[in-house]
Every structure is written in structure tokens, then in C-alpha cells.
């Protein structure tokens, strides 16, 4: 076999309905000139979200950076809030647009999310809210973390942007937390083109989130907070209303290639391949990270761009730390302070998955990869 693809291998691609099913759409929203702020689709897309994911309040927003932005301004939240360094640098961004300061705590080795027993050392009178990542769509220790956030009356919003379609023994992982926000950016499992939205417990707080994210409009002639324009487009919605016929079928595609690499990657050393945290009831498969051991033949980097002359864009998620960018080194700059994430930094690689991706081209990541492991 050639050891190089016919066209580049992305890290992702996106799932598309079948063109034919999205015209109509189109044609209806041609029909009717209704483009946008809570159009049918938009309805109809709220709702049938709502029950796909088994929640029951929904807030649709133009990506998922808004709905963190939004999400924050939601709760009053103020001050300092902890989260992780390990994460898209999305998440600490929505802290410092909010002129709140972002407090990065430690990693855990399993769920790469926030280790909750380093979490109260960080609290301290400014503390008002903590921001975990479920990376990866693995969940984060839920429980341990609801539990700090309680005794020390912490408010507590889910990054969730990579956990679509995730449950656990309770149902759908987006239902924890005082928030939850995911993305249909087109890089995840489920994609509106840009898109997210935000999960929330109650009718008045998706009432105060609904009206943040149409400029604050408590109606035509009133503004009665400093909203944001957030609103997912007719487009959008009506993306994901026809994606949604097809992503359980998208996600299993995902389970199939998960499985393929697994076997491939077996037994190679140096090369350790992470599985969800115990507890996940239904995964999503949206990355494939593996860690590249000190035992493997070449360093991570090395193989990364290895991987690149072979025309396979995998990518390191996420690697540099989010603390190491200029405008988080004044809030920490203490490399040591985060072992964990700092080493898993340093091997990470995320491999190619996405619905689609044939065996052939996994074979070959899989032996590329393998030359420098040898088997043991
Ligand atoms: N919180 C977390 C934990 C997040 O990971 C993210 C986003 C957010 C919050 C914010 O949510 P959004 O505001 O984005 O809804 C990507 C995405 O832009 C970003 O959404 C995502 N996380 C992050 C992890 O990855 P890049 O810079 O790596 O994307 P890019 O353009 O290099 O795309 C990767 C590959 O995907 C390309 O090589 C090819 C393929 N691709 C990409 C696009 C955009 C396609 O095939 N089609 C496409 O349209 O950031």
C-alpha cells in the first residue's frame, strides 16, 4: 500500500446530510424571508434538540463562544473563576471577555478535566464560579465537582462544547451543572456550520438567556440587560434539524473507526490510547487522542510531523497550555503548578476520526505510527 493518502487526511471532517434533504429548507426559508431572531426553524430545531439530547431547556446561539460568553453573563458571574488550562483557548477567553479572572487549576491523568481535589486550594474570597472542559466529551468528575461547589456556594458551568450526544447512568451528560454549553462548530460531532447552544435547569434562567442573547430586548421597546447578539440563523437551525436525522448513524461510524484504531494501535509501545472515564453510558467519539510514551521510538512532535509529510493532518488538542498564551502568562505563568497537564500536553495527539474515514487510511496511520513503537 502507498504511504501517502490520495487527498489530505484533516484531523476531522464534517458530516453532511444529503444535499437533497437540506433544499427544501432552503427553499422554505427563500419562501418565507424569515433569516433570522427565532424563526420557524429555530423553533422547531430548539425543540427537537431538546428531546433528541433528553433536556429540557435549550438555547440556541450562533457558536459556542457566545453561549460561554452568555452563559457567564447569565449567572452574574464575577470576580474569579477556576478552571483548566487544558482546553481550546475558548474557554479561558469567555472569562477575560467578561473582565473575569480566569484561576487555572490541575488536570486529572483519567478524565483530562479538572482535578476536583486541587480545586479548593484556588478558592478564595473573589471565587464565584468554577469553568470545567469535558475533553474530549470524557466526562469530568460531575459529583466531586457539584460537591466543592456547594459547600463553598460556587456557581458551576460546563464547557461542554465537545460533549454532544454524551450520557451517563442519569441521561445526558449537558444536564449537570448550573450550566451546560456544547458547539456545532464544524469540527464536532454534530455541526450547524458554527453553532451552540446552552443547556439550562429551569424556564427563567433560559428566559434571562434568551433575552442576553437578542440584545438584552425584554420586548420591542424595552432593553433590560447588556445583551449580545448570540442568534443561530434560519440556516443554521435548519442544519441541524437535518442533521439530526443522521447523527446517531454519524456517531456509530465514529464508534467504528474508534474501535479500528484501538486494534491497530494495540500493543504498539510507547503509544497509550486514553478510553472515557468509567460511567459513560453512551460516548460520542469526537477526537481520538493518544500519549506518546518516553518508550516510543521518536518524540511526539516528531511523529506529528512525520504524520504530516504523509499528507495526515493530526493535531495536538491542546498543546500549548492555555496559561502559556501571552494574555493568561500575567494570571499564571507557573508551569509546574500544572504536572498533569503539562505532560499530557506535551503527548497528545489526536488522530483523524470522523464519520467516513475508510480502513485503508486508518491502516496506514496506524502503521506509520507503529514503525517507531515496535510491538511488545
Ligand atoms: N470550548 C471548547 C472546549 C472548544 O473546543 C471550543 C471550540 C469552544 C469552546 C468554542 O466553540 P465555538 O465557538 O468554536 O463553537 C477548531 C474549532 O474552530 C473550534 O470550534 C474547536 N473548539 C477547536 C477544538 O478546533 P481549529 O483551529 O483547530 O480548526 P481548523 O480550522 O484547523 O479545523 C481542523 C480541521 O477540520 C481542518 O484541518 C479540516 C477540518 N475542517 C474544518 C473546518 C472549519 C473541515 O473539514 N471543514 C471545516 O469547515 O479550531
Redesign the pocket.
Given at each position: 500500500m502507498s504511504d501517502k493518502p490520495n487527498s489530505p487526511i484533516?484531523?476531522?471532517?464534517?458530516y453532511l446530510p444529503p444535499l437533497e434533504e437540506f433544499l427544501p429548507y432552503l427553499e422554505q426559508i427563500w419562501a418565507t424571508r424569515q433569516l433570522t431572531n427565532g424563526g420557524p426553524f429555530h423553533e422547531q430545531f430548539e425543540r427537537a434538540l431538546g428531546e433528541y439530547l433528553g433536556v429540557k431547556y435549550v438555547s440556541l446561539f450562533a457558536?459556542?463562544?457566545?453561549?460561554?460568553l452568555t452563559a457567564l453573563k447569565a449567572l452574574h458571574i464575577t470576580g474569579e473563576v477556576i478552571t483548566t488550562p487544558y482546553?481550546?483557548v475558548?474557554?479561558a477567553h469567555?472569562l477575560l471577555w467578561n473582565d473575569i479572572t480566569p484561576v487555572f487549576v490541575d488536570i486529572d491523568r483519567q478524565t483530562m478535566g479538572i482535578a476536583p481535589e486541587k480545586i479548593e486550594a484556588a478558592i478564595t474570597e473573589r471565587t464565584t464560579a468554577i469553568l470545567p472542559?469535558h475533553?474530549y466529551g470524557y466526562p469530568c468528575d460531575v459529583r466531586k465537582i457539584r460537591a466543592i461547589a456547594d459547600r463553598h456556594n460556587l456557581r458551576v458551568i460546563f464547557?461542554a462544547?465537545?460533549a454532544f450526544g454524551v450520557r451517563d447512568e442519569g441521561g445526558s451528560l449537558l444536564r449537570h451543572g448550573n450550566l451546560s454549553?456544547v458547539?456545532?462548530?464544524?469540527?464536532?460531532v454534530f455541526t450547524t456550520?458554527?453553532?451552540?447552544a446552552i443547556i439550562s435547569p429551569n424556564a427563567e434562567i433560559k428566559r434571562r438567556i434568551d433575552n442576553l442573547k437578542n440584545f438584552g430586548f425584554l420586548n420591542e421597546i424595552s432593553v433590560t440587560e447588556l445583551g449580545i447578539n448570540g442568534k443561530m440563523n434560519e440556516v443554521q437551525a435548519a442544519m441541524g434539524l437535518a442533521q439530526l436525522k443522521h447523527i446517531d448513524t454519524a456517531i456509530e461510524q465514529r464508534r467504528a473507526a474508534d474501535q479500528t484504531y484501538r486494534r491497530l494501535l494495540a500493543g504498539v509501545r510507547g503509544v497509550h490510547c486514553p478510553m472515557p472515564p468509567a460511567g459513560v453510558r453512551h460516548h460520542n467519539y469526537s477526537y481520538f487522542p493518544i500519549l506518546i510514551g518516553r518508550d516510543y521510538g521518536i518524540s511526539r512532535d516528531q511523529l506529528f510531523t512525520e504524520l504530516r509529510q504523509h499528507s495526515i493532518?493530526a493535531?495536538r488538542?491542546?498543546y500549548p497550555l492555555i496559561s502559556n498564551f501571552r494574555m493568561y502568562k500575567a494570571a499564571d505563568d507557573r508551569k509546574e503548578r500544572f504536572p498533569v497537564a503539562a505532560d499530557i500536553a506535551s503527548r497528545v495527539l489526536c488522530l483523524p476520526i470522523f464519520p467516513g474515514i475508510d480502513e485503508a487510511t486508518q491502516t496506514l496511520i496506524g502503521e506509520l505510527i507503529a514503525r517507531h513503537g515496535g510491538r511488545s
Open positions: 484533516y484531523v476531522t471532517r464534517p457558536n459556542g463562544t457566545l453561549a460561554l482546553s481550546f475558548a474557554t469567555s472542559v475533553v464547557d462544547a465537545h454549553v458547539s456545532f462548530h464544524a469540527t464536532k456550520f458554527e453553532g451552540g493532518f493535531r488538542y491542546f
